[in-house]
């Protein structure tokens, strides 16, 4: 348990020394274990949510507080089978596909743990000879032209490294996205901190605030710049005197 703080504390020093996760004059609210601004949803909000695993805790939780209709989409076998034998209310859509930065099929790679239903399309270690399995792929603009959407209001990724493709190609696409909550995976192998923060700056350069980093390190939730006061915590004080 040290151990794992004491790799907390780190990222999040690092994190700060690069200057990510600045403060919002309004604080945000936690769902399902994701932050977010409930002032930007509302019934009738386009939210999508990328890799169900074998969890929709966070997909409930925003049909039952917003009453908005939850588009969830996971291409892996074991999360497939997983969801159909939930008994889920009709806002929430599955969609058997994954997001990529190309339309097509991609190899999912089985997690370390049996049991376990994250599937990744990297493979976590050099010496696991299992092989992957075959899940449907489409790019974010893909999928959004097949469901009739023209931008979307919440958009959580927790799609265990294929972030570092899909974000490029939203970016690439001109997607107009209000609220980003996604999990950045620069722990694995085939990653690194440097990868992250160049994914960061990325969403920065178009237009994302990040205003908020997980204490673990790796879930950030980027708001669109001008949709909340970011105003530094300083800088409020002056104003106020």
Request: one cysteine or more; aromatic letters at 10%; charged letters at 25%.
């Amino acid at each position: 348990m040290i151990v794992k703080f004491l790799k907390q504390r780190l990222r999040q020093h690092r994190l700060r020394q690069a200057g990510v996760g600045e403060e919002a004059a309004s604080q945000p609210i936690v769902i399902g274990g994701w932050s977010l601004w409930p002032e930007l949803v509302r019934r009738g909000s386009v939210v999508y949510s990328f890799g169900v695993g074998d969890s929709v805790v966070w997909d409930l939780e925003m049909i039952r507080r917003f009453g908005v209709r939850v588009h969830a989409f996971d291409p892996t076998p074991a999360s497939i089978a997983w969801v159909q034998k939930q008994r889920l209310p009709r806002e929430f859509v599955f969609h058997d596909v994954g997001i990529a930065d190309f339309d097509g099929v991609m190899e999912f790679f089985p997690p370390r743990r049996s049991g376990n239903t994250h599937f990744s399309q990297e493979r976590r270690s050099r010496f696991d000879r299992r092989p992957p399995v075959p899940g449907r792929v489409q790019r974010l603009s893909s999928i959004m032209r097949s469901l009739g959407h023209e931008r979307i209001d919440v958009l959580k990724l927790d799609v265990e490294g294929a972030e570092f493709e899909a974000i490029p190609d939203l970016i690439a696409s001109g997607i107009e996205v209000d609220q980003l909550l996604i999990e950045i995976h620069y722990q694995f192998r085939t990653r690194s901190f440097r990868m992250g923060l160049e994914l960061i700056q990325q969403l920065k350069d178009y237009g994302m605030q990040c205003l908020y980093v997980s204490e673990r390190g790796f879930e950030f939730s980027f708001v669109r710049r001008g949709l909340v006061d970011s105003t530094p915590v300083i800088e409020r004080r002056a104003r106020a005197a």
